[in-house]
């Protein structure tokens, strides 16, 4: 089921920002607790905080409790949909290129 435009909206914001996309690699790497997501990075414990709730509104990220920690997992559908939407998009384009690029040389 194709995302809705709010969605789709969440989910271009959440990975427009360079942090947010470096914490969704190393979590897509491997499950990650907070602690350890934020001890990769030279900002404060609340900034990462924030970047992971904005992963988990997109549904990009969920966590889970493990003991005391909050571990972090990687939501492969959502960049699933991403990708699809980017991919459609590209092909769209593609064809209206290689449209222009007939009539351009046909003539």
């Keep these: 089921m194709p995302l809705q435009e709010h969605e789709l909206d969440t989910l271009f914001h959440a990975l427009s920002d360079s942090t947010r ?9 491997r499950d ?11 900002i404060s414990l ?19 409790r493990r003991g005391r ?3 972090c997992h990687v939501q492969r559908r959502m ?10 998009y590209q092909s769209f ?9 007939h009539f351009v040389e046909s003539k």
């Design 21 to 29: 996309r470096a914490i969704l690699l190393r979590v897509r790497a």
């Design 32 to 42: 990650l607790s907070v602690n350890e997501i934020a001890s990769q990075f030279d």
């Design 46 to 64: 609340p900034a990462v905080s924030k970047h992971l709730n904005t992963l988990e509104r997109a549904g990009l990220i969920t966590r889970s």
């Design 69 to 71: 920690q909050r571990i």
């Design 79 to 88: 960049l699933s949909n991403a990708t699809n939407w980017l991919e459609y």
């Design 93 to 101: 384009w593609q064809e209206k290129l290689d449209n222009l690029k």
